[in-house]
């Protein structure tokens, strides 16, 4: 009798589960047939969205960066035909869109309304000395210290912070090694850091530019999808010398059975599980949505060793929740006063940020249209507030209370747009987003905390995503899960190990002009 071949199940549908399916295709040569995606969500791409119409509003809840040296990332994507353009990959499409629409932003900061002195980065000599400490400083030494506890209070109003933190989302509690990390490993951009050079944009949002061609590939090669699977539990069995998941446990009591030749991919945790949703006329709900993925870490948590420990991420959610929005315009005058204001075209500047405003307020035009199925005439721009724990200047309550209506008024007012200028924004659709855990890979851990990718004893699985650990790398961005994806099929496989981190942090040259950059004044 012919045995039957190994099943290979992703549990999770984000970017991770995506690229592990690719790598067992493409690097294993595993048969798509025998991969089964277990997604909660409706379609896959986890934080990797975009959603919606022009009626009702297109909504996406945040952005990923991308850069150069994204290896595995652009890797990954060389295979995935682009959408509308089957003759090139979706890698050539971003390369081909960055140097179609060259992008520099004039107006990186905003102040009172107008563009913001932007001479120099406001560091003294002492915020330099902390930053070249951090740097040289080792993570075991770090421990779980915060970066507020690496800098003084000056260093927190500067140029370079209020640009640092609302690029990257990073908050004075969050890790300091976390920022250490994306120091050493993003010391190459800092020649255009203040004009946001070097970053590769995509064509359209993320969901349509990256995940919807790469689940049709993946569909093409025969994986099998399953949407609305919620997984609740896995059966493991053994020691700490070998132990297997021997079944797969669903939301409605269905047991899924694991064979021990078979292998399972479990993306650990979600930075958007308890997103909840605004309208215009409502802010989004501050009690959690479902948690799905942070629920099942925990009880595999409190079950097995070598899994990690999610309360260290997942249980202090005033610091670890940002809300975003995403506007719909059908009229042109907020978007041409944008471009007059920032010297920027729409799509080539970047993020914007209102560095006097309580909620911190950053917004970006993205290059039009943004989604595939946008009409001509639309406007989509996003936005979010670092600190929407705090007041508004204009409206009396936090952003996270605010609804869209509320967060638009107060855009309106650090902008200092007249009451007539109001009716630039008749019949918008503005649709607010609360993520409670969407910084949370940022907080201060200690060692164990994220777990390996291949815990020890693990025979016929492995875990992935944003809250593995995996060294040199940098939490909340798609590398870091393609990257965990590409270790873990590499663990279990023994093939296709992924690219090492290049290290911009050990390059003479990215080193002096970085120094450059800090010593301007």
């Known amino acids: 009798m012919t045995e039957s071949p190994a099943l290979h199940y992703m549990v999770g549908g984000g970017i991770a589960a995506l690229a592990a399916a690719s790598a067992l295709i493409r690097d294993a040569g595993v048969a798509g047939e025998t991969i089964r995606i277990l997604d909660d969500r409706s379609r896959p791409g986890g934080a990797l969205d975009g959603a919606g119409e022009a009626t009702w509003g297109y909504l996406t809840r945040g952005g990923r960066m991308f850069e150069p040296n994204f290896l595995n990332t652009l890797d990954l994507l060389s295979q995935v035909p682009a959408p509308d353009m089957p003759d090139r990959s979706v890698t050539e499409d971003i390369l081909a869109f960055n140097a179609e629409v060259q992008a520099g932003s004039n107006c990186r900061l905003i102040a009172a309304g107008q563009p913001a002195d932007m001479t120099h980065l406001g560091l003294a000599a002492v915020d330099i000395v902390a930053l070249n400490r951090l740097m040289l400083t080792g993570e075991h030494s770090l421990g779980a210290r915060t970066i507020g506890s690496c800098f003084g209070r000056a260093f927190f109003d500067s140029n370079f912070w209020i640009m640092w933190s609302s690029m990257f989302s990073f908050q004075p509690w969050h890790a300091a090694v976390e920022m250490r990390r994306y120091l050493r490993r993003f010391l190459h951009l800092f020649p255009g850091f203040a004009r946001i050079e070097g970053i590769l944009r995509t064509r359209y949002n993320q969901y349509d530019s990256v995940i919807a061609p790469l689940e049709g590939w993946l569909r093409d090669q025969g994986v099998r999808f399953d949407s609305g699977a919620v997984v609740t539990g896995l059966e493991i069995e053994g020691t700490e010398a070998r132990r297997d998941v021997t079944a797969i446990t669903l939301s409605e009591g269905a047991h899924i059975p ?18 909840t949703y605004g309208t215009n006329a409502a802010a989004p709900p501050l009690t959690p949505g479902p948690t799905p993925a942070l629920d099942l870490w925990h009880a595999l948590a409190r079950q097995h060793s070598g899994f990690g420990t999610p309360n260290t991420f997942a249980g202090d959610i005033e610091k670890t929740a940002w809300t975003s929005f995403t506007v719909t315009l059908d009229r042109p005058e907020f978007r041409d006063h944008i471009e007059t204001l920032t010297d920027n075209e729409t799509g080539t500047g970047g993020l914007v940020t209102i560095r006097d405003s309580a909620w911190l307020l950053s917004f970006v035009l993205f290059n039009q249209p943004h989604f595939r199925t946008q009409p001509e005439g639309t406007t989509v721009f996003w936005g979010y507030g670092l600190r929407g724990d705090r007041d508004g200047d204009f409206v009396s309550n936090p952003m996270w209370q605010a609804s869209g209506d509320q967060i638009l008024s107060e855009l309106c007012w650090q902008l200092r747009l007249s009451p007539d200028a109001r009716r630039w924004f008749d019949g918008a659709r503005i649709l607010p987003c609360r993520m409670p855990y969407i910084t949370s890979q940022f907080m201060p851990r200690r060692r164990g905390d994220r777990p390996a990718v291949r815990p020890k004893g693990a025979g016929n699985f492995a875990l992935m995503g944003q809250f593995v ?53």
């Open 258 to 275: 694991v064979r021990p030749g078979d292998r399972v991919f479990l993306t650990l945790g979600s930075m958007t599980d308890g997103a």
């Open 469 to 521: 650990e995996q060294p040199l790398d940098t939490v909340f961005t798609v590398e870091y899960s393609v990257r965990s994806a590409r270790a873990a099929v590499h663990a279990l496989t023994g093939r296709g190990a992924p690219i090492p981190v290049r290290r911009s942090d050990r390059d003479p040259r990215a080193l002096l002009r970085a120094a450059r950059v800090l010593m301007e004044v």
